[in-house]
DNA sequence: GTATGTTCAAGATG
DNA sequence: CCATCTTGAACATA
């Protein structure tokens, strides 16, 4: 519908041109003046295969693989030294780290250079080629091409980073789960030492000072591997993936060449939410320039035509397409806030307004672009439900636990006319065979109050490996083999922020039919990487039970070894110096336990494998002390947007299993077989 | 709960 | 190349 337009020469005709110059779009076959990035399509797809990179740029630095089976190879039998071996990349020590000496290493050491991302090589050949801009006589300059440096960090290899034949999307996610990684631990210490809480910042200036981050260079459109949808906690999040580079002021822009001299051009913009206008339009956005406010030193004054507010104004003229985050207050968090990244907008008109200081402010207003998927809508729209769930439509039964969980668990079907999914009886807990009373019991505190951070004498704290494995915010800081809740040995409180898993369901699930997966599990709040999602609840099998039926085997867990996304989910501690946790495929120890979910179960008999899957498990325990029969308890491996498929990776089936299945996850990096 | 003050870093600018 | 300026978020405290 909207695609004619995009073909159509208009009076954003020059930038369309000059866009290609800073994207990956110069590498598709496509004629001039088609305005590649402009997505009429759902980004979805907007993955770029890797295949696409030509095989000689970049001094040859890049391999000239990029089959998905390639990827799919190296995935599966990952070694590390392995896999950078075949990532030749020109290496530049990183001289510079923020929190001083701790980390950085010169690279005089063992382990081998790592790419950053594709995202990066892409930029550099963005870069190079800015120069001939042979796309026409429109091309944008990069103003300050920088250095890219490659990451090196204690000679260890940084956890997340990924190869560079990672698509778009995974670069911006191993960036993403590496500066979650680095927060989480900061936080984790900061909290220790009752220091300085900006464990955002820390983290940051860390990824900034290592270059690790993506889609570095100022872009118009879409920003590659970010999604409508994405959710973000921190403005730092938006810079290091290169969605919107300032820090702290809400208009990202840029100078660009057009042909008849510079010109400064809006390109992202950070509506905070602080205005809350008519609920139910999302696609339309009054947003305020900025400046004017009292500082400490300075008097009000009216905001001036300069800067950003100048950028927005040359950008209604030019029509350009900018990107929109916005913030919204989450509930859920104490600090109560939230960015959605809700896809491009256009500027329809500017005015001046008075505001209630007696200042002249200027205000725009965005109408978002056409034919995109939802992003804050469904913010809105799942908010509604929270509040009141009988606004959710298109439900087929109300709450299939029955009142046993806090909130309803309801059953939705927007595909076909299935009623529901078979009869079991739900059930808030896994259940042993035995008694928990025979079963050995685990030490307790002797914690007054609640546990503390680095409180030495802690005995939980100890069990743990010395830190208390959750923030002061509930969220799970690093995977470990077993984590040791406080329980009812413990002289703590229920307060303590060591109990997490065991007050059990806080979020709003929804168990929906999908197209081609049977249910599947999803959830109307935001879930924060790190954050305890679900237990799987069900029967322990006693192993001296044998000859089960095949029929139980969909709603059996059992710890396999998962792919690496979620190995790697463990690896903060190498980034701040530390030794890795990281735990190879060949080391990887399961456990005997087997929980069967057929009979009886909660919504985690409902969540489908993924192969890129955006939650894990992780043995708990709190109720007893047998440590190869813990309680298998999921965290969310990343942001997870409202109604997004709650998936995990049920792990590699060993040769000659009569389980392997054909794998529907659809993940671009799916081994096939599940 | 909310009002206010302090501190912070990236990138533009001169 | 470097110093200065511009921004408002995040959080502590009142």
Redesign the pocket.
Known sequence: MDRARNFMPGPNQELLDAKPLRSLAPMFPAPMGVNINQSSTPPLVVVTPVGQFPTGFGAGSLPAVGSLATFSATANAFSPAGTSANVPIDVTPVSAY?TRSSGVTPRNDDGEPYSVSQTSASERQAKRSAGLAAEGSNGVKV??P?PIYRNHVSGKLLAFLPTSDSTPREAVEAVHMTFEALRRRH?QM?ETLDA???????A??I???SDI?AN?G?RVGTVPGVEIGDI??????L?II?LH???????????ANFGNGED?VAICI?A?G?YENDDDDTDTLVY??????S??T?ERHD??L??????LERSLHRKNEIRVVR?FRDPA???G?I?IYDGLYKIQESWKERTKFGINCFKYRLQREPGQRDGAAIWKRTQRWIQNASTRGRVIQHDLSSGAETFPVCVVNEIDHEKGPGHFTYTTEVKYPRPLSSMKALQGCGCQSVCLPGDANCACGQHNGGDLPYSSAGVLVCRKPVIYECGEACHCSLNCRNRVCQKGIRYHFEVFRTTNRGWGLRCWDPIRAGAFICEYAGEVIDELQVNLDDSEDDYIFQTMCPGEKTLKWNSGPELIGKESTYVSPDEFQPLPIKISAKQIGNVSRFMNHSCSPNAFWQPVQYDHGDDKHPRIMFFALNHIPPMTELTYDYGVVGAGTSRSKTCLCGSLTCRGLL
């Open positions: 923020k103003k300050r920088k936080l900061d300085s809480r900006r464990a955002d910042l820390k940051g200036a990824m900034l000072a981050r570095v100022k973000f906690y921190f403005r730092m999040e810079c290169g580079a300032p820090s702290m002021s809400g208009i990202d822009y840029m100078s400064s950070v905070a602080g305020s320039g900025s400046g004017g406010n500082r400490n300075e905001q001036k300069e800067r950003g507010n100048l950028a913030g968090t104490i600090t806030k960015y």
